[in-house]
């Protein structure tokens, strides 16, 4: 029988929190960690291997494993698509940097979002697609080699002028056509782009890697309701999805900052059964 299994990223709490929250996840019927890296490291480019394998013996000591890395560029917004040859040649040299990061952390995929990143302006369609479809080629053949898959994030309208709509990020992942460049759907893109529906599924089920369990503005699913998530899960049951659905959602001030992350999975659990 297909079961999903359940993952959260890091931004949801703060870092100086993380040995606490990590210590008390896997009794929530959490396995897995996705990573925002910059959470973790002020400058992941100085990164020893030591450092690294510290922060994953701390992740698994408490019975869970990394899953993979999101949240790329966040600390980097010289880099990115359209902004001329050199930098995005500095840009595939610091995803692949980032490709070693994961493996290292026992990570198997890399989700490329990064709103700010892709945006192409007044560049026509065609040609952003163009320029894209190369850019990601590179990053494919460099991902085959460090055996790690790295995912487009679809987002909406409303975050980003590139890559809008499943519907895009499912044509570039076609012209891409690459084993090791895959999909992922993200529910909150997904409802402002109006794309809640088995179709949208059915088109990915053999591509999708990751799901995204979040709601706009990465407002805690403890205490926002406005994506209709049990439709979503429904339909992930319906292509028999297998692998981590995971929260993301931000941090917010509060005098309880685990009480969130734990009502938030307990309410995920009640949306997306196993």
């Given at each position: 029988m297909n079961k999903m299994k359940y993952a959260i990223s890091n931004i949801a709490w703060p870092q100086e929190k993380t040995d606490v929250v990590l210590g008390m996840l896997y009794?929530?019927?959490?396995?897995?960690?996705?990573?925002?890296?910059?959470?973790?490291?002020?400058?992941?480019?100085?990164?020893?291997?030591?450092?690294?394998?510290?922060?994953?013996?701390?992740?698994?000591?408490?019975?869970l494993r990394i899953i993979g890395l999101h949240s790329l560029l966040y600390d980097h917004p010289e880099l990115g698509l359209f902004k001329g040859k050199n930098i995005e040649d500095k840009t595939?040299?610091?995803?692949?940097?980032?490709?070693?990061?994961?493996?290292?952390?026992g990570g198997k995929f890399l989700i490329?979002?990064?709103?700010?990143?892709?945006?192409?302006?007044?560049?026509?369609?065609e040609e952003a697609m163009k320029i894209a479809s190369e850019f990601f080629k590179k990053i494919a053949e460099k991902a085959q080699h460090h055996n790690v898959f790295f995912c487009i994030e679809h987002l909406?309208?409303?975050?980003?002028?590139?890559?809008?709509?499943?519907?895009?990020?499912?044509?570039?992942?076609?012209?891409?056509?690459?084993?090791?460049?895959?999909?992922?759907?993200?529910?909150?893109?997904?409802?402002s782009s109006g794309e809640i529906c088995f179709e949208t599924f059915r088109d990915f089920a053999d591509?999708?890697?990751?799901?995204?369990?979040?709601?706009?503005?990465?407002?805690?699913?403890?205490?926002?309701?406005?994506?209709?998530?049990?439709?979503?899960?429904?339909?992930?049951?319906?292509?028999?999805?297998?692998?981590?659905?995971?929260?993301?959602q931000k941090t917010i001030e509060t005098s309880d900052p685990i009480g969130i992350v734990k009502k938030s999975i307990e309410v995920m659990k009640t949306w997306y059964r196993q």
């Amino acid at each position: 029988m297909n079961k999903m299994k359940y993952a959260i990223s890091n931004i949801a709490w703060p870092q100086e929190k993380t040995d606490v929250v990590l210590g008390m996840l896997y009794e929530t019927g959490i396995s897995g960690i996705e990573i925002a890296p910059s959470r973790v490291w002020k400058d992941t480019e100085k990164l020893s291997f030591f450092e690294i394998n510290k922060f994953r013996q701390l992740v698994e000591k408490h019975q869970l494993r990394i899953i993979g890395l999101h949240s790329l560029l966040y600390d980097h917004p010289e880099l990115g698509l359209f902004k001329g040859k050199n930098i995005e040649d500095k840009t595939i040299e610091f995803l692949e940097h980032l490709m070693n990061i994961c493996c290292d952390l026992g990570g198997k995929f890399l989700i490329f979002g990064s709103p700010k990143a892709r945006e192409r302006g007044n560049l026509p369609i065609e040609e952003a697609m163009k320029i894209a479809s190369e850019f990601f080629k590179k990053i494919a053949e460099k991902a085959q080699h460090h055996n790690v898959f790295f995912c487009i994030e679809h987002l909406g309208p409303d975050e980003t002028d590139f890559i809008d709509s499943a519907r895009v990020s499912l044509e570039l992942i076609r012209r891409v056509n690459h084993p090791y460049f895959r999909g992922h759907l993200d529910a909150k893109s997904l409802h402002s782009s109006g794309e809640i529906c088995f179709e949208t599924f059915r088109d990915f089920a053999d591509i999708i890697q990751h799901f995204h369990i979040n709601e706009p503005g990465l407002n805690p699913i403890a205490v926002s309701s406005v994506v209709n998530h049990q439709l979503l899960a429904q339909y992930l049951k319906e292509i028999k999805y297998d692998n981590y659905v995971s929260i993301e959602q931000k941090t917010i001030e509060t005098s309880d900052p685990i009480g969130i992350v734990k009502k938030s999975i307990e309410v995920m659990k009640t949306w997306y059964r196993q």
